[in-house]
């Protein structure tokens, strides 16, 4: 990046947005990390917007001057996706906080980039609508579409790529584009939306969301049920899944994380494999569910059933899942966590943990396992201290064989948590030739690399 | 195109295919049409390709002679799409039948983009799995894939943007890509499926298709339903979904439909707009969709509800339903049918049916309607004499008219045909500056324009 330009550019910027254009190092600090165990790196400046035609004129005043664009929503992403690895303009959304409408009858709604997953079903509640996708944290809505963001309920209601219908988004040269529709469906021309999606800033700059909404369920109840193994949990699932049970969540944590979550929430579940499972419909539909999977499990090993339908009850029990990240690092004070993630077809999926585990095993590694079983999804924390150069390089040898394993048995070396700068290489070894055509796209639509550069693809 | 270079492009082909490269006069007629009102233009020449690994060599080949490519399926897409507008060779992959692979526990397969629908669900019977996606004509699945098809399950089960999990593509410079996987979700890269899922052969020629399964529900049930507006059918649907109910189909057929049905099936339905349901589930769980339908249909002006579980019943119901081409084209012997298809956000479908009705009315034209309202799509048949030019300027005005209006509804110019060459000034109007987009991604992946030419966008 040339310095001169660097300059002019902050100094447009300036002129532009006042006091919303920020160079102090707290607020750089604050832009250049996320959640995960990558090394921060700091933009030179932070761009506050407040609307699109704000966002597409800071994109044309970077343009103009080569400067790197990193669009940021609240920085939870876990693979290094906000990080600016070559410095350049940081592009908070977070002001751009409005909801722009909800259709009731259509179920569906638009929010500005901003806006955050946990806003917009407060927002919500008096509806009786809301948005399904779960990753965890209260992320943005915009950062959850450009990361293809998913979580728990994805095994009923997808992932954002089935429930974003449409996009504007701020093409590198300061193009508004409107992507996608209101309409439920449509065969008009490339899915520029889901082109978008996922494509985590380096194609464009998402600043408006239009997303499927869906009524909240009649009932809900959940359960968790212990395994005398891995094996039973899975298979319980997959045949779970081919009666065609509409489970809408269905959490698998093995005994190393059972064990974190007891001691963490206080709790006394059988330290073994477990599921958690939510079911959603109506009174009498949630009843006939919950009977098929609780015979279902029973037939693979699966014991300790616990039921809870009262609200108060089901949150306590999330609330124990939901804290796993949490309890995983209570499990060693003063270490950090390092998440990763990978996907397998579900046919593999005990093969692929058991494996996983084997390796955790033999390196002498705490990293207790979660998964999105449903999906054939799951996660890893590796509970480390960073500063353990040893220690680090165990767990990258543990990661790598974990991908290498898992393109093996036909699955990706990420379900959910993207490729952003931690996962470049894996993606080459999956993708292969396809690499070729992702390049292609990113050329033809930011020839100067300056969208998020150094995410998903070497240029 | 240059005549030399064709010549010399049709000889090497002949060297590889031998027989399988025919220049024969009918069978070029044959690949240059397909089921529309658009007039026919033949390719010069049509290759039987057999594995991807042929269709690499036709597309190397084509490529150095400059030669379009259009890739052929069954022919029996509705906008043009297979008309060799320009000349060139029509790649037909039909040959390229094999269903490469089924896995049960995964409810995946794995299939050579010349397999049909048809082929395939037989092919699946006795797993206890099938393929939702219907859209009327036995279609392969590669033309489904390319086309972005859906039809009547799609409220249910999604359209082929939802279900296809990969492709094999062969690109206009003869590389071999794969996209997508055999995980259940990814976040690993840009969403090449999706970008080639619709995409029309403008891309690249799809040889091989990934697709998901779901298991062949326990229970199904249909029911007929006649309502005294169109209004309270629409209602009748919107509060449906609002409820949650997953139904597997729902059919509005407009009375001018009814009573082509009634003619043609000889059947006794009141000539009324009528709704055409399907309920899948367990026994319990369908016969509790079917109350909560029957309740929402009767508060809506719903009468006459007829019941139908048994599979002899159901698919009696159901042919009339499919019939429904063919019946509105007997309502005028000697005619053809034009059809069209929007999709608008369902709230305002009434609305835009209504009007378009009024339209047809006005115009004097004979057009009856039917639709895949779950998802406010609905298409329009015009029953005309093509030779006739000032009805067809006259249908011509209709669908101008109905296309604007869904436009301005928020709606998409087609839910499920396709652009093909006769919605390309729809699609423009549409989508305004994105379509710089798609021509900026067009004309990375394919320089020289050879990937059909003339569909989608003008280059």
Same mark, same amino acid.
Request: proline share 4%.
């Given at each position: 990046?040339?310095?001169?330009?660097?300059?002019?550019?902050?100094? =447009?910027?300036?002129?532009?947005?006042?006091? @919303?254009?920020?160079?102090?190092?707290?607020?750089?600090?604050?832009?250049?990390?996320?959640?995960?165990?990558?090394?921060? *790196?700091?933009?030179?400046?932070?761009?506050? &917007?407040?609307?699109?035609?704000?966002?597409?004129?800071?994109?044309?005043?970077?343009?103009?001057?080569?400067?790197?664009?990193?669009?940021?929503?609240?920085?939870?992403?876990?693979?290094?996706?906000?990080?600016?690895?070559?410095?350049?303009?940081?592009?908070?959304?977070?002001?751009?906080?409005?909801?722009?409408?909800?259709?009731?009858?259509?179920?569906?709604?638009?929010?500005? +980039?901003?806006?955050?997953?946990?806003?917009?079903?407060?927002?919500?509640?008096?509806?009786?609508?809301?948005?399904?996708?779960?990753?965890?944290?209260?992320?943005?809505?915009?950062?959850?579409?450009?990361?293809?963001? !998913?979580?728990?309920?994805? #095994?009923?209601?997808?992932?954002?790529?089935?429930?974003?219908?449409?996009?504007?988004?701020?093409?590198?040269?300061?193009?508004? $584009?409107?992507?996608?529709?209101?309409?439920?469906?449509?065969?008009?021309?490339?899915?520029?939306?889901?082109?978008?999606?996922?494509?985590?800033?380096?194609?464009?700059?998402?600043?408006? #969301?239009?997303?499927?909404?869906?009524?909240?369920?009649?009932?809900?109840?959940?359960?968790?049920?212990?395994?005398?193994?891995?094996?039973?949990? #899975?298979? !319980?699932?997959?045949?779970?899944?081919?009666?065609?049970?509409?489970?809408?969540?269905?959490?698998?944590?093995?005994?190393?994380?059972?064990?974190?979550?007891?001691?963490?929430?206080?709790?006394?579940?059988?330290?073994?494999?477990?599921?958690?499972?939510?079911?959603?419909?109506?009174?009498?539909?949630?009843?006939?569910?919950?009977?098929?999977?609780?015979?279902?499990?029973?037939?693979?090993?699966?014991?300790?059933?616990?039921? *809870?339908?009262?609200?108060?009850?089901?949150?306590?029990?999330?609330?124990?899942?939901?804290? &796993?990240?949490?309890?995983?690092?209570?499990?060693?004070?003063?270490?950090?966590?390092?998440?990763?993630?990978?996907?397998?077809? $579900?046919?593999?999926? &005990?093969?692929? $943990?058991? =494996?996983?585990?084997?390796?955790?095993? +033999?390196?002498?590694?705490?990293?207790? $396992?979660?998964?999105?079983?449903?999906?054939?999804?799951?996660?890893?924390?590796?509970?480390?201290?960073? &500063?353990?150069?040893?220690?680090?390089?165990?767990?990258?040898? #543990?990661?790598?064989?974990?991908?290498?394993?898992?393109?093996?048995?036909?699955?990706?070396?990420?379900?959910?948590?993207?490729?952003?700068?931690?996962?470049?290489?894996?993606?080459?070894?999956?993708?292969?030739?396809?690499?070729?055509?992702?390049?292609?796209?990113?050329?033809?639509?930011?020839?100067?690399?300056?969208?998020?550069?150094?995410?998903?693809? @070497?240029?």
């Amino acid at each position: 990046m040339d310095a001169v330009k660097l300059e002019q550019g902050i100094a =447009a910027l300036r002129s532009l947005l006042g006091d @919303r254009l920020s160079t102090g190092q707290s607020v750089r600090q604050q832009h250049g990390e996320d959640v995960s165990y990558h090394a921060p *790196a700091l933009p030179d400046a932070v761009a506050f &917007a407040r609307s699109t035609e704000e966002v597409r004129q800071i994109v044309r005043i970077c343009a103009a001057h080569t400067l790197p664009i990193i669009p940021y929503g609240t920085g939870t992403s876990l693979e290094g996706h906000v990080m600016a690895l070559e410095g350049g303009i940081s592009i908070d959304l977070s002001g751009m906080d409005q909801i722009i409408e909800v259709n009731d009858a259509d179920q569906d709604c638009r929010v500005q +980039a901003g806006v955050t997953r946990k806003q917009l079903n407060q927002y919500l509640h008096d509806t009786g609508l809301f948005f399904p996708i779960d990753p965890g944290a209260d992320a943005s809505l915009g950062g959850m579409a450009a990361t293809s963001a !998913s979580g728990t309920n994805a #095994v009923r209601y997808g992932t954002m790529r089935d429930n974003v219908m449409g996009l504007t988004v701020v093409t590198a040269d300061g193009r508004v $584009i409107h992507t996608g529709g209101r309409a439920r469906k449509s065969s008009a021309g490339y899915d520029l939306t889901r082109l978008f999606v996922g494509s985590e800033g380096t194609l464009g700059v998402i600043t408006e #969301v239009q997303l499927r909404l869906y009524g909240i369920p009649e009932a809900i109840a959940s359960a968790v049920c212990s395994f005398d193994s891995l094996e039973g949990a #899975v298979d !319980s699932v997959i045949q779970t899944i081919q009666l065609g049970v509409p489970v809408a969540r269905i959490e698998l944590l093995d005994e190393v994380q059972m064990d974190a979550v007891n001691r963490y929430s206080s709790l006394d579940y059988p330290v073994s494999p477990t599921l958690f499972y939510e079911f959603h419909g109506s009174p009498a539909g949630v009843a006939e569910q919950s009977e098929t999977v609780s015979e279902i499990a029973a037939d693979n090993g699966g014991a300790n059933f616990r039921w *809870a339908t009262k609200t108060e009850d089901r949150n306590h029990l999330w609330q124990a899942r939901h804290d &796993a990240y949490y309890a995983a690092l209570a499990l060693r004070p003063g270490a950090k966590g390092w998440p990763t993630d990978v996907c397998v077809p $579900i046919s593999r999926l &005990a093969e692929c $943990i058991l =494996a996983t585990k084997e390796d955790i095993r +033999a390196e002498g590694l705490l990293a207790p $396992i979660v998964g999105h079983v449903g999906d054939g999804n799951f996660h890893l924390v590796f509970v480390m201290d960073p &500063a353990d150069k040893d220690e680090l390089a165990r767990a990258e040898r #543990v990661n790598h064989r974990m991908i290498e394993r898992t393109i093996r048995l036909g699955g990706t070396c990420t379900g959910e948590h993207g490729i952003g700068y931690g996962k470049i290489a894996d993606l080459e070894a999956e993708k292969g030739d396809a690499i070729g055509l992702m390049r292609q796209i990113k050329q033809s639509l930011d020839p100067d690399n300056i969208m998020n550069p150094g995410k998903i693809l @070497r240029i």
